[in-house]
């Protein structure tokens, strides 16, 4: 039975997984369904893997498995370990770090920078010869995750629903997402699951309109206080920063001008670090 080794991205949204054998060549992508440890039981979170582990070949089990997923940190990483083990019972190696983590090693590898990521959520990490030094708390989507999916989806949300928007970018707005009124909003991001991914839906629309004045306002706004809150704490501007993350990929001209803005050499920018 041949050995594989595979790779795991996971975030609020979606977990990418990549398969290899040991000489390195790849046998086959797939995607699952985000995962949040502080959200869901590992009963769901072994629910949400076992797709992947039914992608494997007969002929083959998979023998190292290296997991980097949001939350992956104190009780979460315990829950994500546990349903990791559950799902896939025979790993000779299993490896379980933060997202951060593993941004960190696909954007800088054994070096040195600021680590940040742009998608659903964000966070940021000082990260030195190949070890995170310093990690300003991300908080989430209510208290903190600065220029991420689920910010910018709340920011569109607020203000379209308080009229704060141009007149006619909220129309195109009501036009887009008949179903996002008032009403229903409350209802998914206050008492719906994953509310953090379904704020991040609504991104595609800033993304679409992003010429409108106000809505390169509101972009510039966030990135600048994802650099201010998160990034500026480490005192490291020598150092250049990277991202990871769906936001950072599809904006980074706005995040290119926020580094700039900030005095930061912006380095490389990747949609997902597999």
């Not at 979170?45 to 582990?53: D, E, Q, T």
């Not at 309109?209 to 306002?217: C, K, L, M, S």
């Not at 201010?228 to 250049?240: E, H, W």
Request: aromatic share 8%.
């Amino acid at each position: 039975m041949e050995q594989i080794i595979l790779n795991a991205d996971s975030g609020a949204t979606k977990t990418e997984w990549v398969a290899t054998l040991p000489d390195g060549r790849e046998l086959w992508r797939g995607r699952t369904q985000g995962i949040n440890p502080f959200q869901m039981t590992e009963a769901e979170i072994v629910a949400s893997l076992r797709p992947c582990a039914e992608l494997l070949d007969w002929g083959q089990r998979a023998g190292e498995l290296r997991f980097y997923g949001a939350g992956c940190r104190a009780a979460g990483l315990n829950r994500v370990r546990l349903a990791l083990e559950t799902v896939f019972p025979d790993l000779d190696v299993l490896v379980v770090g933060s997202d951060l983590l593993g941004a960190a090693r696909a954007l800088f590898g054994e070096g040195s920078g600021i680590a940040c990521i742009l998608g659903t959520g964000s966070n940021s990490g000082l990260y030195l010869s190949g070890q995170l030094a310093a990690n300003v708390a991300p908080l989430g989507f209510i208290l903190g995750d600065e220029g991420s999916g689920a910010v910018l989806g709340r920011r569109l949300l607020g203000d379209v629903l308080k009229g704060q928007l141009p007149q006619e970018l909220c129309k195109q707005f009501v036009a887009d997402y008949p179903e996002a009124t008032p009403e229903a909003v409350i209802e998914r991001v206050y008492r719906g699951s994953r509310p953090s991914a379904y704020l991040a839906g609504f991104a595609p629309f800033l993304h679409r309109h992003r010429g409108e004045p106000a809505v390169a306002r509101l972009l510039a706004e966030e990135f600048d206080r994802f650099f201010q809150r998160n990034v500026a704490a480490y005192g490291r501007s020598d150092l250049p920063v990277g991202f990871v993350g769906s936001i950072a990929y599809h904006f980074r001209e706005e995040v290119a001008a926020a580094a700039a803005r900030h005095g930061y050499l912006l380095g490389a920018v990747r949609q997902a670090p597999l």
